[in-house]
């Protein structure tokens, strides 16, 4: 019979609460919870894995004296109603939860240190009511990415990964998942030390590149944010909460697209779907950064952009091809620099292979094959 590990019951309270499982829930999925909620029994390091595993933390948490000081995730949203966080659908809550290991695991592999030199969230600091395009300019001379780097990478994907590079060396991670979820893009959670902010990789690369920095601009204003497709919750917003989120869905498409390139641009162009492609590509954004710019213009008018970012999104929405590598799929998700530092951590024999395989999301046995493709610099 497996040894049973002797863990505080109050981190599976923790742990259970934090998760949004009630007890009765717990017991259903894990028979004998209510003993060690009691703490008349203890689970055995197999079961502590797969509570690991339902409740989206590290293994290593169970064994802390007391549970740690994370605040909940309704704590995290303050720009957003309550009732909006309330009616999150529950894959968007295992992700927000899955986001919040990763901050743990973040600290476990710095000893609680960002590795990065410089952090754009702790540098730089703006009112809510900061003019949006002065905004945008000391952030990308911050991050040191010109539109001219911008305008050269080749591809969309090229583009993501550079600005994905200029954001980790700011202090920011970004991870990737497949949300499964229509109308979010993506979500940030502010903290002091590690600033993370999570991508629906379904989504094409330039929505992707744009859900970045939407939510750059919440961690900029040390404010945690989710990215939806409908924003009829901002009118419930009141004061600086409603502040943010305005300037935040602006700030984007000023980044992205400045108004004097935007439009020098369109010299000689007429606003059209075919112009709306030709800049797209050139920004390397979406068809419909530059199509709202025309519409906020009025330039195009609100059906005629409806119109054409229904097609685009019924073309983008088209089925996929089942399958795809794990391996890849890991690096891109992860990103080579998270999976450098757990490696890293290994080699100096500070964690092992268990612990390894824990903070790369896969088993044991998947390790070297993962390393393999990490030391080929694929993905």
């Known amino acids: 019979m497996a040894e049973q590990i002797p863990i505080n019951p109050l981190l599976l309270i923790w742990a259970r609460d934090r ?182 990789n379904t989504a094409t690369k330039t929505r992707q590149i744009f859900t970045c920095f939407h939510e750059l601009a919440h961690l900029i204003f040390h404010t945690s944010g989710i990215d939806t497709a409908q924003d009829g919750y901002i009118a419930r917003l009141v004061g600086d909460a409603q502040q943010i989120e305005i300037a935040c869905n602006s700030f984007a498409g000023q980044f992205l697209v400045p108004e004097d390139a935007f439009e020098q641009a369109m010299v000689g162009r007429d606003p059209s779907e075919t112009t709306a492609e030709a800049l797209a590509a050139r920004f390397n954004v979406s068809r419909e950064v530059i199509f709202r710019r025309l519409r906020d213009q009025g330039q195009v008018g609100e059906l005629e952009y409806d119109v054409a970012v229904r097609k685009w999104n019924a073309q983008r929405n088209a089925p996929r091809e089942p399958g795809g590598n794990p391996y890849n799929t890991a690096l891109a998700y992860l990103g080579r620099e998270y999976i450098g530092l757990a490696l890293s951590q290994y080699h100096r024999n500070r964690i092992d292979q268990s612990q390894l395989a824990e903070f790369l999301n896969t088993k044991p046995r998947f390790v070297g094959t993962l390393e393999e493709y990490y030391s080929r610099g694929v993905a």
């Open 19 to 200: 998760a949004g499982f009630s007890a009765e829930e717990a017991a259903h999925k894990f028979g004998r919870w209510a003993d060690w909620e009691a703490g008349s029994a203890f689970p055995t390091y197999p079961q502590l894995e797969q509570l690991a595993d339902a409740f989206k933390i590290p293994v290593a948490v169970f064994f802390f004296p007391e549970p740690p000081e994370v605040p909940s995730i309704n704590e995290s949203f303050r720009t957003l109603p309550e009732e909006a966080l309330d009616e999150l659908p529950s894959r968007m809550r295992m992700l927000l939860r899955k986001a919040k290991a990763m901050q743990l695991n973040l600290a476990d592999l710095t000893d609680g240190r960002n590795p990065a030199e410089r952090m754009i969230t702790r540098d730089l600091a703006f009112s809510s009511n900061v003019d949006i395009a002065e905004m945008a300019a000391v952030v990308r001379d911050y991050l040191g990415v010109t539109l001219q780097d911008q305008m050269a990478w080749r591809t969309p994907d090229e583009a993501l990964k550079g600005w994905r590079t200029a954001l980790l060396e700011t202090g920011v991670f970004v991870f990737k998942d497949a949300f499964r979820l229509a109308g979010y893009s993506g979500f940030c959670l502010f903290d002091d030390e590690f600033p993370v902010i999570y991508v629906n």
